[in-house]
């Protein structure tokens, strides 16, 4: 039997369609490529990104900034040092990009001007970090990203 160019294009289309629908189901079926979106409630945390904007300015209208330094005992956060140690409050959020069941939160509670995240609670890799914090009545925020 002899094939012609016409069959030849039918068959080249029929096996590119295939191509592409083995290519859509694996991927949509396979545990290793879950599309999640970064925050569960993402809708709802969008409302609330002004007042993220205005903290995240504050913090960087600061004489004395805050510093996020990796140590060999953890993940050492030193807050401004003009700020009283005792006067904030607030939180740390700790955001894994590759597994969300990594991800942690840490509320603020100092004595002096240093939070310390110990090395047992951080893997190596990337990490996602946001630091929220409020001093008499004004909010902060200081977002990095570090490899550990």
């Known amino acids: ?8 294009i039918v068959i080249a289309f029929v096996a590119f369609i295939s191509f592409i ?4 189901f694996r991927m949509s079926t396979e545990v290793k490529a879950e599309h ?9 945390d969008e409302l609330g990104y002004q007042k ?17 330094v990796v140590s060999k005992e953890g ?8 700020q009283t140690a005792t006067k904030i409050s607030g939180n740390v959020f700790l955001y ?3 597994n969300k069941q990594l991800d942690f939160d840490l509320p603020i509670s100092l004595s ?3 939070l310390l995240i110990p090395d047992e609670r951080l893997l190596d890799g990337r990490w996602n970090i946001k630091v929220f914090w409020e001093y008499e009545g004004k909010s902060f ?3 990095k990203n570090i490899t550990y």
Not at 75 to 82: A, D, R, V, Y
Request: glycine share 2%.
């Open 1 to 8: 039997m002899k094939i012609n160019w016409g069959t030849s």
């Open 21 to 24: 629908l083995f290519f859509v």
């Open 36 to 44: 999640d979106l970064v925050t569960e409630d993402y809708y709802k």
């Open 52 to 68: 993220d904007i205005d903290a995240e300015q504050n913090a960087k209208n600061l004489s004395d900034s805050m510093k996020i």
């Open 75 to 82: 993940l050492k956060i030193s807050f401004p040092q003009n």
């Open 96 to 98: 894994r990009p590759s």
């Open 112 to 114: 002096d001007s240093n």
């Open 141 to 143: 925020l200081h977002k």
